[in-house]
């Protein structure tokens, strides 16, 4: 299993923009066109807010964006608001369907 | 909109077995072509893949948990299991059950607190 890998914390005002990175191996990452990231509050199950790399279902705001470049995918959360506190995981698909999360990255709104 | 809800014991004693069913909702497990999955996070840890089956048997785990873990379907009950054996307190952790499809189909429970402990 491939292992993904996110910086434990991040932080930001509100209004400013915060990028989280996740970096795994080369068929963890950066040939896989299954990448995800989660939104997780404490006491709630994990929210899908991006898939496929950088699509975002229906009804979460624009203001989460996503890419990758090479072996690192990328989630922007541009115009921090109060409710963005969370932590965010990434996750990849791993073959024989199985996945493969990010160790989760805390983010703090100053 | 299919949902997910996990049920069992909350606590658990050492050296024994982890059960946990999921019931479905809004969907039907053997009309669907969903793998249905468990996720732990143990108490200030991050997401851990468990593993996921098909409805006809089809199932894969993560390595690392290999040969202590089953998951199995009952398509009469539209429910699926985890059972994890000779737990430690390694395994105390919040279990979702889960449909992960890397596209925008993905399920969650709101998860169970299970603890290992005598």
């Known amino acids: 299993q491939s292992a993904l890998t996110q910086p434990p914390s991040a932080s930001g005002s509100p209004g400013q923009s915060v990028t989280i990175s996740c970096t795994g191996t080369?068929?963890?990452?950066?040939?896989?066109?299954?990448i995800s990231w989660y939104q997780h509050h404490p006491g709630q199950a994990p929210k899908l807010i991006i898939h496929e790399v950088s699509k975002r279902p229906s009804g979460v705001p624009d203001r989460f964006s996503a890419s990758k470049s090479g072996n690192t995918a990328s989630l922007t959360v541009s115009g921090l608001q109060p409710e963005d506190e969370a932590d965010y995981y990434c996750s990849s698909y791993a073959g024989g369907n199985n996945w493969v999360f990010g160790g989760g990255t805390k983010v703090t709104v100053l | 909109q299919m949902q997910l809800q996990e049920s069992g014991p909350g606590v658990v004693m050492p050296s024994e077995t982890l059960s946990l069913t999921c019931t479905v909702s809004?969907?039907?497990?053997?009309?669907?072509?969903?793998?249905w999955g468990w996720i732990r996070q143990p108490p200030g840890k991050g997401l851990e893949w468990i593993g996921s089956t098909y409805y006809s048997g089809n199932a894969y785990y993560d390595p690392s948990l290999k040969g202590r873990v089953t998951i199995s379907v009952d398509t009469s009950k539209n429910q699926f299991s985890l059972n994890v054996t000779s737990v430690t307190a390694a395994d105390t952790a919040i279990y979702y059950c889960?449909?992960?499809?890397?596209?925008?189909?993905?399920?969650w429970g709101r998860g169970t607190l299970v603890t290992v402990s005598s």
């Open positions: 889960v449909v992960l499809t890397g596209y925008v189909d993905d399920y």
């Open positions: 080369s068929g963890g990452v950066g040939d896989n066109k299954y």
């Open positions: 809004g969907g039907s497990i053997s009309k669907s072509s969903f793998y």
